[in-house]
């Protein structure tokens, strides 16, 4: 029997295949185009009630939790608590009022309700879970804001350009979810410092 001094390199395989002399490792991905998650859908169904003017009335529970003052200390008194500059503090309240405003735009189109109910409790847990207990070891705030940026602003953002890459409406960026998290501080559904609990 004859053996080809071919290399892998040298094999014409057209444009569907791979030749592979042993096992071949793909990473598991989705690859269909057809797999969409329940954020994907969400922004699908916003385009459709907007082109339709298809709007709610009232707010979901859900959303309605985000809504209400947990507590009657604002923003601003937090983040001074919590040790932030005053031009810290004003940056954080520009862009908080950026998100709201969004928000209460879209307010009433249901899709858009529960898109920023997901992404409020995602901000919330993640906070609560990877970012108030650098608060309480008392580490710096440039810590403590890198990790914000790392654990809740990035992979929001990641998970946007992703699941919400049709989206039109909405358009979300780093800066408006970065304004959900002083949205949700204002709301006291997470606080910067330890000794107000």
């Known amino acids: ?34 797999y969409r998650t329940r954020l994907s ?20 529970e859900e959303l309605n939790r985000y809504l209400v003052d947990k507590d009657i200390i604002g923003l ?20 908080k009022e950026m998100f709201a405003k969004k928000m209460y735009k879209f307010r009433n189109y249901e899709s858009a309700q529960f898109i920023y109910v997901e992404l409020l409790a995602v901000i919330k ?25 790392e654990k ?7 998970r946007l350009n992703k699941e919400g890459a049709e989206d039109t409406i909405l358009n979300l960026n780093s800066e408006e979810i970065r304004g959900m998290v002083y ?5 006291c559904h997470i606080k910067w410092n330890y000794d107000n609990i």
């Open 1 to 34: 029997m004859l053996k080809s001094n071919k290399t892998q390199s040298e094999i014409s395989i057209g444009r569907d295949g791979d030749v592979v002399g042993g096992n071949k490792y793909v990473k598991n991905e989705f690859i269909n185009n057809n």
């Open 41 to 60: 859908r969400l922004f699908e169904a916003l385009i459709a009630e907007v082109n339709d003017e298809t709007k709610l009335e009232d707010v979901c």
């Open 76 to 95: 601003e008194q937090k983040l001074t608590d919590g040790g932030f500059s005053q031009n810290f503090i004003s940056d954080a309240s520009e862009q």
């Open 125 to 149: 847990t993640t906070f609560l879970d990877l970012i108030f207990p650098l608060i309480e070891e008392e580490v710096s705030k440039k810590e403590i804001l890198q990790s914000v940026r």
């Open 152 to 158: 809740i602003i990035e992979p929001i953002n990641e």
């Open 183 to 187: 949205y949700l501080t204002g709301r």
